[in-house]
C-alpha cells in the first residue's frame, strides 16, 4: 500500500483539536449568597474531576472523522501484479497507421507483421475492432479473425498526413460511442513532426489505455519540398523555376535534380545538399508550352523513402485575358492612369480593349473576363441586360462611380441609389482622408490602405446588400462590393482621372489596380500546388467560380454537376494531377503532393509517447510488453465514503448529548 500524496498526513495533526475542545468544558459551580468568609481558612479544590474527558463515543467519532478525511486527500492505493490477457479490457482496436511516412523503409510491412503475431498470440474470446489512420481515423468492418487478419494484409500505404492530436480526437469520439473499457493498439513510426504544438490535443478519455507498437528507426531521408513556380504564364518567353531541396538528417550527399515537363526533361543540375539543411537551385531556361503543363522536380538520390524525391507542379502559358474598359471617351485620362498601372507588372496577365459608350452597343460581355466601367454615363439599354445576365452567371464588373453615373440617380446593374455628390474644393485645402480599410480584402492588402490619399469629389451611395471595404474619415464610404447571382461588382465612388482625388500619383494606385484586376478576373488565390488531403470547395465564394466537374490523376471523374447539391467539397486523396473546370469556361490544373512533414522520420521522444499513453487511464501501460503488468487501485474514494458517514454518525450522537444536557439543567 502507499500513498499518492503523502505530505498530506501531515493534516492527522489536525485530531487533537477534538481532544482539546472536550478538555475545555469548565465545571459549572452554583453560585449562593453568604455573609462572609473571613472566619474560613483558604484551601486548594481539586480539579482533577473537572479535567477528566466525557462523552467517549462523540470524541472517537470525531477522531475517526479527522482521520479518514486526511487520509482521504493522501490518495492510497494498493499494487497488485496482472499477467497479459488477465483482466483484460472489454474492447481491443487495434489502429494501424498508413501515412505517408509509413511508405519508408517497408515500416507499414513491419507494423502489419506485427500486428498479424500479436494476433495470434491473443486469446478468441478478446472482441477486437480494426482500423486504419492517415488524414483520418476509418474503422474496418470484420466480422471474424480470419477476416480480421486478411483485413490486416489488405491495408496499403497512403500520401496521406496525420497527427497524434487528429487521432486522439478520433479515439476520443470512439470512447464516447463506447461505455466500457478500451485498449488501443497503436502501430506507428510515431513521427515527432506528428506531435502537435499543444500537449492537451493529445489527452484521452479515463476509460481508455494505449499500448504503442513503434517501427522504424531515426534515418536520414532527402526530399524535394517545394518548388517556386508561376501559376499561370500570359507573356512568351522563358520562366523562372526554383527547387528546394531538404535533407531530413545527420548526412549530406551530392546528387542529380532534374526538371521533367510533360514527360520531358526540361532542365538538370548537380546539387550538393548539406547534413540538416536546404538548398535551393534555380532553373532559368524553363518554356512551358501553351496549355497545361504538368511538371516535375526529381532528385536522384537513393534514400529510405524515395516517394518524397519528386515533386509536381503546374504551369499554365495562357493568352492574356481580355479586359473591357468602357468609357465616355475611348481614350481619356482615367484610360491612361489605369493602362499604366495594369502594364507595370512583368506578369501582366490581361490583353485591354477600351471602348466608348458609343462602341458597345452590340459587345458581348462573354468575350471579357473582366469589364471596367470608368464613369461612361448611361449605357446602351442591350448591352445593360447582356452585362446584368453575364454578371449573374459569374462575371466580374469594377464600377468607377463619377459625375456622369451619379446623375442616373441610381447605379446601373447593381442597382444602388445615388444620395448626392460631396465636394471639397483643393483649392480651398480641404479634402477627406481614408478613416477605414480592410486590410484582409485583395484589393486593399497590398495598396498600404490607401495612406496619404486626398480626395477632393466623392459620391455617396447606398450600402444596402453590400460589403464597405474603404470608408472616409467621415464615414463617407468610397469602395463596395455587392455579389449579384455567381459574380460580383466592385464600386469606387471616385473617378480615376486624376480630378476627383489625387490617388493615381500614389504608390500605392499601382497595386491597387493590379490586385483588384486580377481579384475579380479569379487569379487571386489561385494555386497549381495542393497538398494530398485538402479540400476543394464545391460552390462558389467570392474568389472563385462554382465547380463544374473534377478529374483525378487517373482520368478518373471523382466529381459531376449532378453531385453538386449532395458533395459540399472534394477531397485530393492522392498525388498526381487533377483537372478542375469551373463556371464561365475556366479550366485548372492542380498538382498534388504529399505533405513534406511526413518526410522528416525522426521518432517522437519514447519518454512523451509513455506519458501520452497513460494519459487517459494512469495505470495504462505505454510499450507492448508480454510480460505482468504491475497495475495500481486507488482507495481514496472509499476511504472519503467511510469518513462522510462517520460525519453524519457524529451529528447524530451530539444531538443525542446536547438533549440530555438540556434535561439535566
Request: net charge neutral.
Amino acid at each position: 500500500m502507499g500513498f499518492l500524496t503523502p505530505w498530506m498526513l501531515a493534516g492527522l495533526a489536525a485530531a487533537a483539536l477534538p481532544v482539546y475542545f472536550h478538555l475545555l468544558q469548565q465545571h459549572r459551580s452554583e453560585l449562593r449568597p453568604f455573609s462572609s468568609l473571613m472566619l474560613m481558612e483558604p484551601g486548594t479544590q481539586s480539579s482533577i474531576r473537572h479535567r477528566r474527558l466525557r462523552y467517549w463515543l462523540l470524541l472517537a467519532l470525531r477522531l475517526a472523522f479527522i482521520a479518514l478525511l486526511v487520509l482521504a486527500f493522501a490518495r492510497p492505493y494498493v499494487e497488485s501484479w496482472v499477467a497479459m490477457g488477465q483482466a483484460g479490457p472489454e474492447l481491443q482496436l487495434w489502429v494501424i497507421d498508413r501515412t505517408f511516412s509509413m511508405r519508408a523503409a517497408r515500416r507499414l510491412e513491419e507494423a502489419k507483421s506485427a500486428a498479424i503475431d500479436l494476433l495470434r498470440r491473443q486469446p478468441s474470446e478478446v472482441p477486437i475492432q480494426l482500423a486504419e489512420f492517415g488524414s483520418s481515423l476509418r474503422m474496418l468492418t470484420v466480422s471474424s479473425r480470419n477476416e480480421l487478419e486478411a483485413a490486416l494484409r489488405s491495408i496499403r500505404p497512403s500520401s496521406e498526413s496525420g497527427t497524434l492530436a487528429e487521432l486522439a480526437a478520433g479515439l476520443r469520439a470512439v470512447a464516447r460511442q463506447h461505455r466500457g473499457s478500451v485498449e488501443v493498439h497503436l502501430f506507428s513510426d510515431f513521427q515527432r513532426s506528428a506531435m502537435p504544438a499543444h500537449y492537451t490535443d493529445l489527452q484521452l478519455p479515463a476509460n481508455m489505455r494505449v499500448v504503442a507498437h513503434q517501427v522504424g528507426s531515426a534515418v536520414t531521408n532527402f526530399a524535394v519540398t517545394g518548388v517556386e513556380a508561376p501559376t499561370s504564364v500570359f507573356r512568351p518567353g522563358k520562366v523562372r523555376v526554383r527547387v528546394h531541396v531538404t535533407s531530413f538528417g545527420q548526412e549530406g550527399t551530392k546528387a542529380i535534380l532534374s526538371l521533367y515537363c510533360n514527360g520531358r526533361i526540361a532542365g538538370q543540375q548537380n546539387v550538393q545538399i548539406p547534413p540538416h539543411g536546404r538548398v535551393s537551385v534555380e532553373f532559368t531556361d524553363f518554356e512551358p508550352r501553351h496549355g497545361f503543363n504538368a511538371c516535375e522536380a526529381r532528385l536522384e538520390a537513393r534514400d529510405s523513402l524515395p516517394e518524397d524525391n519528386l515533386f509536381r507542379f503546374a504551369v499554365e502559358r495562357a493568352d492574356p485575358l481580355p479586359l473591357l474598359f468602357v468609357d465616355r471617351f475611348a481614350n481619356g485620362r482615367a484610360w491612361v492612369y489605369f493602362r499604366a498601372a495594369l502594364e507595370a507588372s512583368a506578369e501582366n496577365a490581361f490583353s485591354l480593349e477600351a471602348r466608348s459608350i458609343a462602341e458597345v452597343g452590340e459587345v458581348d460581355p462573354g468575350r471579357y473576363r473582366l469589364i471596367v466601367l470608368s464613369d461612361p454615363g448611361s449605357l446602351p439599354g442591350k448591352f445593360l441586360a447582356r452585362l446584368e445576365r453575364w454578371v449573374r452567371n459569374g462575371g466580374a464588373v469594377w464600377m468607377v462611380v463619377g459625375p456622369r453615373m451619379a446623375q442616373l440617380g441610381r447605379l446601373p446593374v447593381v442597382e444602388l441609389a445615388v444620395a448626392g455628390t460631396r465636394y471639397f474644393p483643393p483649392e480651398n485645402e480641404r479634402f477627406q482622408v481614408v478613416g477605414f480599410a480592410d486590410a484582409h480584402h485583395p484589393s486593399v492588402r497590398h495598396a498600404n490602405q490607401w495612406q496619404g490619399v486626398r480626395f477632393f469629389q466623392v459620391i455617396e451611395l447606398s450600402t444596402e446588400g453590400c460589403q464597405v471595404l474603404v470608408r472616409l474619415v467621415d464615414g463617407t464610404p468610397v469602395l463596395l462590393e455587392k455579389e449579384l447571382g455567381s459574380g460580383r461588382v466592385l464600386a469606387i465612388a471616385s473617378s480615376l482621372d486624376n480630378v476627383a482625388n489625387d490617388f493615381p500619383l500614389h504608390a500605392a494606385f499601382v497595386p491597387f489596380v493590379q490586385q483588384t484586376a486580377a481579384y475579380l478576373a479569379g487569379l487571386e488565390r489561385r494555386t497549381a500546388v495542393a497538398t494530398v488531403g485538402s479540400f476543394l470547395d464545391i460552390q462558389a465564394s467570392r474568389q472563385r467560380a462554382a465547380i463544374t466537374s473534377v478529374r483525378g490523376p487517373e482520368g478518373k471523374l471523382l466529381f459531376a454537376p449532378a453531385d453538386a447539391a449532395a458533395t459540399p467539397s472534394v477531397q485530393l486523396q492522392q498525388e498526381g494531377f487533377y483537372e478542375i473546370h469551373r463556371g464561365q469556361g475556366q479550366v485548372e490544373m492542380i498538382a498534388a503532393n504529399a505533405d513534406r512533414r511526413e518526410s522528416d522520420l525522426e521518432p517522437a521522444p519514447a519518454e512523451l509517447l509513455r506519458e501520452w499513453a497513460g494519459s487517459g487511464n494512469p495505470q495504462g501501460a505505454v510499450s507492448a510488453s508480454s510480460g505482468p503488468e504491475r497495475r495500481r487501485r486507488e482507495l481514496w474514494w472509499p476511504v472519503l465514503l467511510m469518513a462522510l458517514g462517520v460525519g453524519l454518525a457524529e451529528t447524530l450522537v451530539s444531538r443525542q448529548y446536547l438533549a440530555i444536557e438540556r434535561g439535566t439543567s
